[in-house]
Nanobody, 123 residues
């Protein structure tokens, strides 16, 4: 089993920044890639960014390219999402996820999920 715990969410004004963290524990050796997804009220869960654990290859949704950066610290079993130039439309619950197989835009590729952390961006 893999357990994922997100932290770092909160309230920020438009144009501000937040850094989310996701700490992994348990069978972390089985993780191939980790990703961030988000879900706003009334909308489907959408892909934000992903990173391969070994090589560090990153992928981003078009909506966050140039503003968000995903990274990882192998020693701490932690993945981060640095969010800059935040917009009100970034408001959502952000979920960390881990895949045993691939770095993917699709939620079905991910086997483990955190409980989410709320990010609210005010105008």
């Amino acid at each position: 089993q893999v357990q994922l715990v997100e932290s770092g969410g909160g309230l920020v004004q438009a144009g501000g920044s937040l850094r989310l963290s996701c700490a992994a524990s348990g069978r972390t050796f089985s993780i191939y890639a980790m990703g961030w997804f988000r879900q706003a009220p009334g909308k489907e869960r959408e892909f934000v960014a992903s990173i391969t654990w070994g090589g560090g290859s990153t992928y981003y949704a078009d909506s966050v390219k140039g503003r968000f950066t995903i990274s990882r610290n192998n020693a701490k079993n932690t993945v981060y999402l640095q969010m800059n130039s935040l917009k009100p439309e970034d408001t959502a619950v952000y979920y960390c996820a881990a895949s045993r197989v691939a770095s993917s835009r699709g939620a079905t590729a991910y086997d483990y999920w955190g409980q989410g952390t709320q990010v609210t961006v005010s105008s």
